[in-house]
């Protein structure tokens, strides 16, 4: 089992940047897939990044974050990192880091086990 703990958001202007980063318990953290999910008021949960469970392993992006966020993990640290930049008002949202204990998780919420509790991130016009 492992437990997941957001940091890093809060309120950035249009065109800034912010880099979220989840910290994950057990001693098992390299054998697990990660992803990055978000959920705006009133909308459902949808997939932002994923990475695969080995160091600078494959990553997955939705094509609206493409170019602009990157995510990475370091298996030593048991941390997973999501660099946002050139943010725009619509990626306000809450922020959710996602494991499983596969190689990859996919881009559906369903695919993973472990959920963090959120992080803020809004961004103003």
């Known amino acids: 089992q492992v437990q997941l703990v957001e940091s890093g958001g809060g309120l950035v202007q249009a065109g800034g940047s912010l880099r979220l980063s989840c910290a994950a318990s057990g001693r098992t953290f390299s054998r697990y897939a990660m992803g990055w999910f978000r959920q705006a008021p009133g909308k459902e949960r949808e997939f932002v990044a994923a990475?695969?469970?080995?160091?600078?392993?494959?990553?997955y992006y939705a094509d609206s974050v493409k170019g602009r966020f990157t995510i990475s993990r370091d298996n030593a640290k048991n941390t997973i990192n999501l660099q946002m930049n050139s943010l725009k008002p619509e990626d306000t949202a809450v922020y959710y880091c996602?494991?499983?204990?596969?190689?990859?998780?996919?881009?559906?919420?369903?695919?993973?086990?472990?959920w963090g509790q959120g992080t803020q991130v809004t961004v103003s016009s």
């Open positions: 990475i695969s469970w080995f160091a600078g392993g494959n990553t």
């Open positions: 996602a494991a499983v204990p596969k190689v990859i998780g996919g881009r559906e919420p369903n695919g993973y086990d472990y």
